[in-house]
Protein backbone atom coordinates (compact mmCIF):
# COMPACT_ATOMS: atom_id res chain seq x y z
CA UNK A 1 0.00 0.00 0.00
CA UNK A 2 1.34 3.67 -0.94
CA UNK A 3 1.63 6.38 1.46
CA UNK A 4 -1.37 8.78 1.36
CA UNK A 5 0.83 11.60 0.29
CA UNK A 6 2.91 9.74 -2.41
CA UNK A 7 4.23 11.26 -5.59
CA UNK A 8 2.06 9.86 -8.29
CA UNK A 9 4.66 9.83 -10.84
CA UNK A 10 6.44 8.00 -8.60
CA UNK A 11 3.91 5.29 -8.24
CA UNK A 12 2.92 5.11 -11.72
CA UNK A 13 6.37 4.59 -12.84
CA UNK A 14 6.79 1.80 -10.63
CA UNK A 15 4.00 0.06 -11.56
CA UNK A 16 4.92 0.46 -15.26
CA UNK A 17 8.57 -1.43 -14.34
CA UNK A 18 6.10 -3.76 -12.86
CA UNK A 19 4.21 -4.41 -15.93
CA UNK A 20 6.88 -4.57 -18.42
CA UNK A 21 8.25 -7.17 -15.97
CA UNK A 22 5.35 -9.37 -16.11
CA UNK A 23 5.17 -8.84 -19.95
CA UNK A 24 8.88 -10.17 -20.12
CA UNK A 25 10.20 -7.31 -21.88
CA UNK A 26 13.81 -6.26 -21.51
CA UNK A 27 14.82 -2.12 -21.54
CA UNK A 28 16.65 -2.76 -24.31
CA UNK A 29 13.20 -3.44 -26.01
CA UNK A 30 11.29 -0.35 -24.80
CA UNK A 31 14.17 1.51 -25.79
CA UNK A 32 14.24 0.27 -29.38
CA UNK A 33 10.86 1.54 -29.12
CA UNK A 34 11.02 5.09 -27.81
CA UNK A 35 13.89 5.43 -29.80
CA UNK A 36 16.10 6.26 -27.15
CA UNK A 37 18.76 3.89 -25.72
CA UNK A 38 18.82 1.18 -22.85
CA UNK A 39 20.41 3.89 -20.20
CA UNK A 40 17.38 6.55 -21.02
CA UNK A 41 15.26 3.69 -19.81
CA UNK A 42 17.18 2.51 -16.45
CA UNK A 43 17.26 6.16 -15.63
CA UNK A 44 13.44 6.50 -15.89
CA UNK A 45 12.63 3.24 -14.07
CA UNK A 46 15.36 3.99 -11.33
CA UNK A 47 13.45 7.89 -10.82
CA UNK A 48 17.30 9.27 -11.61
CA UNK A 49 15.93 11.73 -13.65
CA UNK A 50 12.43 14.18 -13.70
CA UNK A 51 10.22 12.37 -15.93
CA UNK A 52 7.02 13.73 -18.01
CA UNK A 53 3.69 12.27 -18.55
CA UNK A 54 4.55 12.29 -22.30
CA UNK A 55 7.19 10.23 -21.63
CA UNK A 56 5.48 7.71 -19.22
CA UNK A 57 2.52 7.72 -21.75
CA UNK A 58 5.11 6.45 -24.46
CA UNK A 59 6.61 4.12 -22.20
CA UNK A 60 3.39 2.87 -21.15
CA UNK A 61 2.27 2.71 -24.99
CA UNK A 62 5.53 0.74 -25.51
CA UNK A 63 4.83 -2.48 -23.24
CA UNK A 64 1.13 -2.51 -24.08
CA UNK A 65 -0.83 -0.16 -21.88
CA UNK A 66 -1.91 3.11 -21.84
CA UNK A 67 -2.69 6.00 -18.91
CA UNK A 68 -5.93 7.17 -18.11
CA UNK A 69 -5.96 10.02 -15.51
CA UNK A 70 -8.66 10.88 -13.21
CA UNK A 71 -9.65 13.50 -11.06
CA UNK A 72 -11.20 12.68 -8.04
CA UNK A 73 -12.33 14.83 -4.75
CA UNK A 74 -9.99 14.37 -1.52
CA UNK A 75 -11.92 12.16 1.09
Known amino acids: MSAPFADPLTELTRDLVRLRHNRGLTQREVAAYLGRDAAFVCRLE ?11 QAYAHAIGFRIVMVISPLG
Open 46 to 56: KLQREVTVREL
